[in-house]
């Protein structure tokens, strides 16, 4: 089990450029979710994925943000235009039989750190 | 959602036990306990989870207040190693949105 694969694992980008954030969840996993982390606001959640629906989106900052999953495999996090607030590591986190009061447990890859000058 | 509080931080000698206290006074019935953590520069890592009674595994072990009201990770031989943040968390049982809600954690430092 390869883990969950995030790519690029670093992205440096000036302002107004779009940027595309790609990641590849455990195969098998039906939930995909994409967390930012930043030290003053922490890890939020920004979007989760069903069966490659969005269920909840209600963490995405702005029309900026978008996310997309057209396979059971992949998931991008797009973000245009880019901003330096948007500064931060990204992260994508997969489980599987999710859904009751037992929430399986989520695998995260080793994230993205944007930096937006 | 109930709610969790942890320490801040926290300081173990390498070898000793570390044990991480949660409070989560507000959890429901059928809302289970989860610990993550998170080493520097990678992304979080589940450690363990229960509902109500001591879970155990290769990593940690959890144990529940009768109550449920508390919680306590231990770390029973830390190493350097597991110096990281731990994160105790307790995902809403009523509903199935799926989020995780990472408060601040406790920054546990493993020294020599």
């Known amino acids: 089990d390869a883990g969950v694969i995030q790519s690029p694992r670093h992205e440096v980008t000036e302002m107004g450029q779009e940027v595309t954030l790609r990641c590849k969840p455990i195969s098998g996993h039906d939930y995909l979710f994409w967390y930012r982390q930043t030290m003053m606001r922490g890890l939020e959640l920004l979007i989760y994925f069903n069966n490659n629906v969005p269920i909840d989106d209600s963490g995405m900052p702005e029309d900026r943000f978008s996310a997309k999953m057209p396979n059971a495999s992949f998931s991008t996090l797009k973000i245009q235009p880019s901003e330096p607030r948007d500064s931060a590591v990204y992260f994508c986190?997969?489980?599987?039989?999710?859904?009751?009061?037992?929430?399986?447990?989520?695998?995260f890859g080793n994230g993205t750190r944007l930096t937006v000058t | 959602d109930a709610k969790t509080t942890q320490p801040p931080s926290m300081d173990c000698a390498e070898g000793r036990a570390a044990n991480l206290p949660c409070n989560h006074s507000?959890?429901?019935?059928?809302?289970?306990v989860y610990w993550y953590r998170q080493i520097h520069s990678q992304g979080p890592q589940y450690i363990i989870h229960?509902?109500?009674n001591n879970e155990t595994n290769e990593m940690a072990s959890l144990i529940i207040t009768e109550d449920r009201k508390s919680s306590t990770l231990i770390l029973p031989h830390a190493t350097l190693r597991d110096t990281a943040v731990y994160y105790c968390i307790v995902p809403p049982g009523s509903s199935n949105t799926g989020k995780l809600i990472f408060g601040q954690g406790t920054t546990l430092q493993v020294k020599p």
């Open positions: 229960g509902l109500k």
């Open positions: 986190a997969s489980s599987r039989n999710f859904g009751s009061s037992y929430n399986s447990p989520l695998h």
């Open positions: 507000t959890i429901s019935g059928n809302e289970y």
